[in-house]
Nanobody
Framework: QVQLVESGGGLVQAGGSLRLSCAAS????????MGWFRQAPGKEREFVAA????????FYADSVKGRFTISRDNAKNTVYLQMNGLKPEDTAVYYC????????????????????WGQGTQVTVST
């Protein structure tokens, strides 16, 4: 099992940057595929990015490709989401998620592919 806590959200102007962090409890963090999802009011939770257990592979939603970067530091039990060139449509609650499995680009681009979730952190991008 793993406990996940997101941080780093806030208010930023369009075109700005934020770096989200997700801290994990437990000694087996490196056994988990990690992902980021987001949910705007009135919309379903949607996939943003995922990263393999070693960090060697990553996958992004088309809407954020080229702007966002997912990374992880297994020694610190932390996964990050660097967000550049933010747009108002990026406004949402951002969640990190984990799955104790080998990375699969089909499984880990869907909400149902993950067993563990953080509480979320709000990102608001102003016009």
């Amino acid at each position: 099992q793993v406990q996940l806590v997101e941080s780093g959200g806030g208010l930023v102007q369009a075109g700005g940057s934020l770096r989200l962090s997700c801290a994990a409890s437990g000694r087996t963090f490196s056994s988990y595929v990690m992902g980021w999802f987001r949910q705007a009011p009135g919309k379903e939770r949607e996939f943003v990015a995922a990263i393999s257990r070693s960090g060697a592979k990553s996958f992004y939603a088309d809407s954020v490709k080229g702007r966002f970067t997912i990374s992880r530091d297994n020694a610190k039990n932390t996964v990050y989401l660097q967000m550049n060139g933010l747009k108002p449509e990026d406004t949402a609650v951002y969640y990190c998620a984990g799955d104790r499995a080998i990375f699969n680009s089909v499984v880990h681009t869907t909400v149902n592919g993950y067993d563990y979730w953080g509480q979320g952190t709000q990102v608001t991008v102003s016009t």
